[in-house]
């Protein structure tokens, strides 16, 4: 009989952390790596599964906001950390992990990165956010004109006091981005295993500070040197564009990794837009409805008509119901059903990264009106620049 239970003091949470990293087949925490993840362990917010004595699974959320199509910022679950232990796999110890974790959530949303893609659907987790995983030629990277503003390095700790701050201020500009906790950080700066050679520099405009980037170089045994951008946020236009002025300045760069939302119209910067290469698509945010009225009635629609959705949700099923969706918003009612769809593809759709009318074609929904949902749910292309 599978029991779960929240765990309190730190030598459970250890044993948590280890079975987690054994199970994506990494080796222990060391006692360094043990320091700095111990503050991402949040009081009330980890759960493991017990057989008898023996803990054989594990997950965790961690605190966060969300922002939504339309602007507005809900509560939000970053749910980590999910691992069964190799000896205890299908036998249904996830699933209890699962449906205990949703069931008592206090966030109306949340969100995780899938390590298999056929794993989440059945809690209800759906597909709802892809990123662009980009590479810049820097030697044919020409960003014409000088920047508006100021850019200027800062050493480690300085960009320990103003990033947090900064993030929380210009880090939250498109559905999907997620405000970060204080384990984040205590990570992201990690000096003794990870933030060797960051370098982050932050922009000034006229109203003081509004945008930073982190970046590292590294160079390869042809002498070519490769900068990775770890961490990149801006309140403005201005702000971005003289960011991306610096980083394709700076000598001895060859090429620029950088992961950027499905529409991020970075190659127009560019007097040859084909500096810039995807080389990648690949999924990063699977979203789970927790409180579907209230994340129906947070986002903004556009478009005209309206559409009747039915919700259906096993596992959570005070979500199940109709409800009208229109440009003045979302609520429930006692009407005939446009669109029957289960919650996980709720959430698929949430961002409009999904369409309906894809689902439809795929056979994955059923009914009609697909391309009034479509544009209802239309907006910006959602991206979360803060790996969990
Ligand atoms: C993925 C993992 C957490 C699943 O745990 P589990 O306890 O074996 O899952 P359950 O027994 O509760 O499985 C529930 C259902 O999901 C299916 N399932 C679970 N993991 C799956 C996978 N990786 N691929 C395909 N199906 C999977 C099971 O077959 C089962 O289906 P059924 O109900 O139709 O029989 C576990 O295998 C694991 O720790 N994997 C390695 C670490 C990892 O990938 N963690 C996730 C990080 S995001």
Redesign the pocket.
């Known amino acids: 009989m599978t029991d779960i239970r929240v765990l309190t003091d730190e030598a459970q949470y250890r044993a948590h952390n280890t079975l987690?990293r054994r199970?994506?087949?990494w080796g222990p925490p060391s006692d360094e790596q043990w320091a700095v993840t111990l503050p991402s362990y949040e009081p009330g917010r980890t759960l493991a599964?017990f057989e008898g004595d023996e803990m054989v699974?594990t997950t965790q959320t961690f605190g966060s906001s969300m922002v939504v199509p339309g602007g507005a910022v809900v509560p939000h679950a970053a749910v980590?950390?999910?691992?069964?232990?190799?000896d205890?796999?299908?036998?249904?110890?996830?699933?209890?992990?699962?449906q205990e974790q949703l069931s008592t959530l206090t966030e109306p949303v949340a969100t995780?990165?899938?390590?298999?893609g056929?794993?989440?659907g059945?809690f209800g987790y759906g597909l709802a956010g892809r990123v662009r995983f980009l590479r810049i030629d820097a030697r044919k990277a020409v960003i014409p004109g000088a920047p508006a503003g100021r850019v200027r390095m800062v050493d480690q700790d300085t960009a320990e006091k103003v990033l947090p701050e900064l993030h929380t201020a210009v880090g939250l500009g498109r559905p999907g981005q997620i405000s970060r906790w204080p384990g984040w950080w205590a990570r992201a700066f990690d000096r003794k295993t990870e933030a060797d050679n960051v370098v982050t520099v932050v922009h000034s405009g006229p109203d003081g500070d509004d945008g930073y980037v982190s970046y590292k170089v590294s160079e390869d045994k042809d002498f070519n040197h490769h900068m990775v951008v770890e961490d990149f946020a801006w309140a403005n236009a201005d702000a971005w564009r003289d960011l991306w002025i610096y980083l394709t300045r700076l000598d001895l760069v060859d090429t620029i990794e950088v992961d950027a939302a499905l529409d991020d119209p970075l190659a127009w910067l560019f007097e040859d837009p084909r500096v810039v290469y995807t080389k990648d698509v690949y999924d990063q945010i699977w979203l789970r409805l927790v409180d579907v009225p209230r994340m129906l009635a947070a986002r903004t629609y556009s478009g005209t008509g309206s559409v009747v959705i039915e919700v259906r949700d096993k596992l959570l099923p005070a979500n199940d119901g109709r409800y009208r969706v229109s440009a003045d918003g979302a609520e429930r009612v006692d009407a005939p059903a446009d669109i029957t769809i289960p919650v996980d593809l709720l959430g698929a759709v949430y961002f409009g990264d999904t369409r309906f009318a894809g689902l439809a074609a795929a056979k994955r929904i059923e009914g009609a009106r697909f391309d009034v949902a479509d544009s209802l749910f239309a907006g910006p292309a959602p991206l979360c620049s803060t790996f969990f």
């Not at 205890?88 to 699962?98: D, E």
């Not at 995780?112 to 298999?116: F, I």
Request: glycine share 10%; no cysteine; charged share 25%.
């Open positions: 987690f199970a994506m087949h599964a699974g980590s950390r999910v691992g069964v232990r190799a205890y796999t299908r036998r249904g110890v996830v699933s209890a992990l699962m995780l990165r899938a390590s298999e056929r794993i989440y059945r």
